[in-house]
């Protein structure tokens, strides 16, 4: 059973107390893809991936182009949407920690409006037990597994999870599709669209899906054979100079030698990933067309974005891990706001994931709250805000990457290492230059930029996070 503070309780009842708003509210469905890289779209030029009902969306609301997580990693990712703050500041800079209690996320904040809140899915704050102030559970991981369970399916199940110690976790799942989680999730979100519409309401599909392993169910397992993909980017000698921690990746990730992976491993892999991104469109369509179907369209804000990237094969590395490039911080985000914001529009400007819960707020007219440390992109969107961000930062613990439009830095603490990239010239990232002597004064500039950002940002009511 999921516990529950005390103050999501009172905010639970808080919510269910209200009286029912009036129909003018706008809905909110946001859907989290987990592990999708932001070049894995059709709308954003693959010529290979078929995404036509996230294209569908994009052409029908805004798509924001670069847009950044504030952590390639789900927990402090999710949470950073959820609450409007960076991880140093809401204290969730890992996957091994959890929101405090004293965090307000979007979730709170609309139960005190009235808005039935829910989650379906993987939790947003898995794998902690934290609820981040939603009513209701809708449905989740147990729930799925009580499914397959009953459908006889353990066994297999429990045999898919041994195959996948081997082949770089790349092997199809043995269940049909209508079987497979996302399917589930997809079929609870109509559900809940169809039982749901004299309230306004929260709901936040988590899915699982393109995560690894990369395990497609029939026929999406074969969708992407013999396709020609973009290549993945790295070069001979590549890790002389990146951090130890990169090239120990290389000998071992999960328990494989990344130096083994072929290019037909490699094929593969990118077969089965591409696999359950259309897995997902496909129920993603699903989803859109019961908010057509039921009246809702027109008065529900849809996001479409992802809690981080996946390295692909991209400098020889697999699945994310404590990397700052662009193929694991940036990911798709596409908002659509009938009546809102302008269709088929193109924001080519530095976001940040913290950005969307200010903007969703402004949408739906409720007060910013004044510890969010996001910014509404509404103006951005409009026109009225030309200057988008200098700078964009993700962050682990003891790793803080700045990255602006021609540089990026990352800095590991107290560490003689770090990297530099002049992204105008080597937008792949693949030359360090971090220890070049040429490049002094603009690591230094970037160090300033970064030391600035940390101080400007940090709570000054919280103790420091250790190191």
């Known amino acids: 059973m999921l516990s529950i503070t005390r103050r999501e309780f009172v905010a639970t009842l808080a919510g269910g107390a209200a009286a029912a708003p009036s129909q003018g509210r706008l809905n909110v469905l946001l859907i989290t893809n987990d592990q999708m890289r932001a070049d894995c779209l059709g709308a954003a030029g693959n010529p290979v991936i078929r995404t036509p009902n996230m294209d569908r969306l994009a052409a029908q609301g805004v798509m924001f182009e670069r847009y950044f997580v504030q952590c390639p990693q789900c927990v402090p990712s999710r949470s950073a949407i959820h609450t409007g703050r960076y991880p140093h500041t809401n204290r969730t800079p890992s996957n091994l920690y959890r929101l405090p209690d004293r965090e307000q996320t979007l979730a709170h904040l609309l139960n005190r409006e009235g808005y039935v809140t829910a989650a379906v899915g993987e939790m947003p704050f898995a794998p902690t037990k934290f609820t981040g102030g939603f009513q209701k559970i809708f449905a989740s991981d147990p729930e799925y597994h009580a499914f397959m369970r009953a459908g006889g399916w353990e066994a297999k199940a429990l045999e898919h999870r041994e195959r996948l110690k081997t082949g770089f976790q790349a092997h ?9 989680e996302t399917a589930f999730f997809a079929g609870k979100t109509v559900e809940f669209l169809k039982t749901h519409r004299d309230r306004p309401f929260f709901l936040h599909l988590n899915w699982r899906r393109p995560h690894h392993p990369f395990d497609p169910p029939p026929p999406f397992d074969r969708m992407y054979s013999g396709a020609k993909f973009p290549p993945s980017h790295k070069r001979p000698g590549e890790m002389d100079n990146k951090p130890p921690a990169q090239r120990k990746a290389l000998e071992s990730t999960a328990g494989f030698d990344l130096r083994a992976m072929t290019p037909a491993d490699l094929d593969r892999i990118k077969s089965y990933y591409y696999g359950m991104i259309s897995l997902n469109d496909k129920y993603l369509g699903r989803i859109l067309d019961a908010l057509d179907e039921t009246g809702l369209a027109q008065r529900t804000v849809v996001v479409c974005t992802a809690d981080h990237g996946e390295m692909l094969g991209d400098h020889g590395l697999l699945f994310k891990g404590g990397y700052f490039y662009d193929e694991v911080v940036r990911v798709p985000c596409i908002v659509r706001a009938p009546g809102k914001l302008p269709p088929g529009r193109r924001v080519s400007g530095l976001v940040e994931a913290i950005d969307l ?25 409009e026109g009225k805000e030309p200057r988008p961000r200098r700078a964009v930062h993700s962050e682990f613990p003891t790793t803080k990457m700045v990255r602006t439009d021609e540089w990026k830095l990352v800095h590991y603490v107290r560490a ?15 030359h360090n230059l971090y220890d070049d002597p040429g490049y002094v004064k603009q690591r230094a500039e970037m160090k300033s930029m970064l030391a600035d950002w940390l101080v400007d940002s940090e709570d000054p009511a919280l103790p420091p996070l250790k190191a």
Do not use: F
């Open 172 to 180: 199809p799942v043995p269940w049909p599709e209508e079987l497979d």
């Open 416 to 430: 003689p290492y770090g990297e530099l990239y002049d992204l105008k010239n080597d937008p792949h990232e693949l």
């Open 357 to 381: 819960m200010p903007t969703l707020l402004e949408l739906l007219e409720v007060a910013k709250p004044d510890a969010v440390q996001g910014r509404s992109l509404v103006p951005l969107i």
